[in-house]
């Protein structure tokens, strides 16, 4: 069955310092797509980036990356020059081959920026 | 564009109530499904819909309807509302991967639900 596990409840950073959001994944498919999503206290959630498992060039979108290792089975959310207003809930999700693009979510990881 | 939309936004039930919660999206999506969000906990599938009159279970289906009349629109119904049905609940579309587009779910603002 597919799992998506992120070990990290809180993280804090300071401003302007990169973070590193740790997402692993368990699935016995071949294709499969990761997501992050970022979740801010008004609730909503925010597409973040997508890998695809068949992409060999990690997904890059603005201050946001993906290091995709997939002999690991990780999917981790780099953050660079870190935001007050990135202090949010962050989710990993995954979807699956044939799976009508269902998600599955990892519980996610709460991050805090410190001025 | 509204991107997807969801009616109403915070909602209060009685035990054994009913009610109906709407997904409307104007992106032309063919895939919307239903997630709910519990504290300390990722999203989870309730329900899900690949087009216009089909419907089909997600992962916590039980004491939820759903119905898919117009493609651009989801509804959720709680037939007779229990208090572990207190959560919020997230809509969100999609194209399909076969369509040549990204198969990005985007979500709507969700629908804080308490069920006393």
């Known amino acids: 069955a597919q799992k998506i596990t992120q070990t990290q409840p809180g993280m804090f950073v300071q401003e302007k310092e990169a973070v590193t959001l740790d997402c692993t994944y368990d699935?016995?498919?071949?294709?499969?797509?990761l997501f992050w999503y970022k979740q801010p206290s008004s609730g909503e959630m925010i597409f973040l980036i997508y890998?695809?498992?068949?992409?060999?060039q990690n997904a890059t979108e603005g201050r946001y990356s993906l290091n995709f290792q997939k002999a690991r089975k990780s999917a981790n959310l780099v953050i660079s020059a870190s935001q007050l207003g990135d202090s949010a809930m962050y989710f990993c999700a995954m979807s699956h081959d044939g799976g009508y693009n269902k998600l599955i979510f990892g519980a996610g990881t709460r991050l805090a920026v410190h001025p | 564009n509204a991107g997807v939309t969801q009616t109403p936004k915070f909602r209060v039930l009685k035990t054994g109530q009913s009610m109906t919660l709407l997904c409307a999206q104007d992106m032309n999506h063919e895939y919307m499904y239903w997630y709910r969000q519990d504290p300390g906990m990722g999203l989870r599938l309730i329900h899900y819909s690949v087009g216009e009159g089909t419907t089909a279970k997600g992962e916590v289906p039980d004491g939820y309807n759903v119905s898919r009349l117009k493609k651009q629109n989801f509804l959720l119904g709680l037939e007779s509302a229990a208090p572990s049905q207190t959560s919020v609940y997230f809509c969100?579309?999609?194209?399909?991967?076969?369509?040549?587009?990204?198969?990005?779910?985007?979500f709507g603002p969700g629908t804080r639900l308490t069920v006393l």
């Open positions: 969100a579309s999609s194209y399909p991967l076969s369509s040549g587009y990204t198969d990005t779910q985007y």
């Open positions: 890998q695809g498992s068949y992409d060999e």
């Open positions: 699935t016995s498919d071949q294709s499969y797509g």
